[in-house]
């Protein structure tokens, strides 16, 4: 697992592309924060990458014009804990659905 800290200027978008370059590679994002800092503001972003995709990442956060700066390192204790107790969460059955909502269901066939 690696730790990206990603600095950018708050102009709209630029958060999407940060994202979408992760999302495009189908990579998980077990954790993701985002954060004013000073005048900036800045993402955090745990992944599970190997060396080829860090080069591609890096590559394409630094094309988008308002990232400032992108440094990657190991992850802090809270981030792991944070990370560890989501991944045990059941996620919801697929056919779930709000009750008494034949309506929207008719709608949809």
Request: hydrophobic content about 40%; cysteine-free; aromatic content about 6%.
């Amino acid at each position: 697992m690696h730790a990206f800290h990603i600095h950018y200027r708050n102009t709209q978008g630029t958060l999407m592309r940060i994202l979408n370059a992760v999302s495009r590679r189908g990579i998980d994002l077990p954790y993701v924060q985002a954060e004013p800092a000073g005048h900036k503001h800045q993402v955090t972003l745990l992944l599970e990458v190997n060396p080829k995709q860090i080069g591609q990442l890096y590559r394409d956060w630094h094309a988008v014009v308002d990232v400032v700066d992108v440094r990657a390192g190991a992850p802090s204790k809270e981030i792991m804990d944070l990370t560890a107790t989501w991944a045990g969460a059941p996620y919801p059955p697929a056919s779930a659905g709000i009750p008494g909502d034949e309506a929207s269901r008719a709608a949809r066939a």
